[in-house]
């Protein structure tokens, strides 16, 4: 089964992947896919209040930064994957730290077919991306290509995933499919 789940920043859309991601797994595995690389402190605490809230779950965590498939070597198919977040994966593969920054869309074309071929080899997948294009703000032509990327990429996980979920100040409004819990 798999899921996307999208929202505002600290909205509680990762406490209902992980909710979702224990429930799909029943006995079986379940792999928390971290995503994020910390620039800094505020990455530091937020990356310190996931690992506590995940604690005693029963979740193997898997770093991964970049190449989302990689993922399926380091862990069994088969299993439950929550993957938080689409939206840092997606930062990873365009800004790559390696080339001071410099804008990869072919490296970020590249994230969003992985992930969407991530969505049909593993077992069970929950998809956390952030809603970041609801404000009407110009941004940067850099920041701008980011968010068309990010809002492409949800709309392909979209379209592959059998339940879709937005949450809004806490609350998951399901747009398609059913949520199991």
Do not use: W
């Not at 595995?29 to 005693?56: F, K, N, Q």
């Amino acid at each position: 089964m798999t899921f996307f789940i999208s929202g505002g920043a600290k909205n509680g859309k990762s406490s209902l992947a992980q909710r979702l991601a224990v429930s799909l797994s029943g006995d079986g595995r379940r792999y928390y896919v971290a995503t994020m690389l910390s620039t800094g402190a505020e990455d530091d605490a937020r990356i310190r209040r996931h690992i506590a809230d995940r604690a005693g779950l029963g979740f193997e965590t898997v770093e991964c930064a970049k190449n989302i498939l990689s993922v399926l070597d380091r862990a069994e198919p088969s299993g439950t994957f929550l993957v938080d977040s689409v939206t840092a994966l997606l930062q990873n593969a365009m800004f790559p730290a390696e080339r001071d920054y410099a804008l990869d869309l072919p490296a970020a074309e590249r994230c969003g077919s992985e992930l969407v071929t991530f969505a049909g080899l593993a077992g069970n997948v929950v998809f956390v991306s952030d809603f970041i294009a609801s404000d009407c703000e110009r941004y940067s032509e850099t920041t701008e290509a980011y968010r068309k990327q990010l809002a492409e990429i949800d709309r392909r996980l979209a379209a592959v995933c059998g339940t879709v979920v937005e949450v809004s100040a806490g609350i998951p409004i399901v747009h398609k499919g059913a949520l199991p819990i």
